[in-house]
């Protein structure tokens, strides 16, 4: 007898994982050794439909984030996926995240356009929110988003950024210069003013969910990409 039986629904999605991620450990040690994104395992996630998980149900996701119909379905996810390749599931579970806060606190239209290049092409949605200065010290972030016309000028350095290679948008939180509360904005990884150093992530067993440091200095933003209110 089963204490804690799961729904049809979510042992499928446990099939499913498991048979989405049957490849991934023999490619695990590569992307290891290269320190290199897993991209045929994220590619794999993609075609199986798994990158929208945590995006409502209402906007064309599996709705397994925690607002949401079935948050135990992500959880699942991750864990079964950490079982194959733990670098593969981190980089799954901070994209789902992300995915997670747009689906939460963005427009109907800002949602759309925000998980496009998910949808279409399988990228995955970096999250630049951790910073070298600790938080309790600073009480928030100590990146700024200095308001501008249109818009937000950021200068920030943000680490452990997980999944910035081959991405096309990024979440990042700063400090609104003019309310000095935290807010979250939508950034085009291609932006001028970017930077990256991906030396900065190297921990045996888990190089392949990189995470490099990123600074960002003076880069434009405009207000159609702010994420809901602060």
Known sequence: MKLFPFTDAQQAVIDKVEKVAAGFASRAPEYDEKACMPEQDILDMHEA???LSSLDTKHGGLGYG???DDP???FLTIEHLAMVNPATAHCFQVHSNCMQMVSKFCTDEQVMRFTEPTRARG???PAAGS???SHIVTGGMSAMGQRVDGGFLVNATKHYVTNAPGSELMWVMVKDSET???IM???PADEPGISTDESFWDPIGMRACVSPQMTFKDVFVPQENLMGSP
Do not use: K
Request: glycine content about 4%; charged content about 25%.
């Open 72 to 74: 135990l379905c992500m």
């Open 66 to 68: 925690v607002h949401q």
């Open 49 to 51: 439909g798994m990158l």
């Open 180 to 182: 000095e509360r935290d």
């Open 185 to 187: 904005l939508i950034i």
């Open 131 to 133: 910073e070298p200065t």
């Open 123 to 125: 990228r995955l949605m």
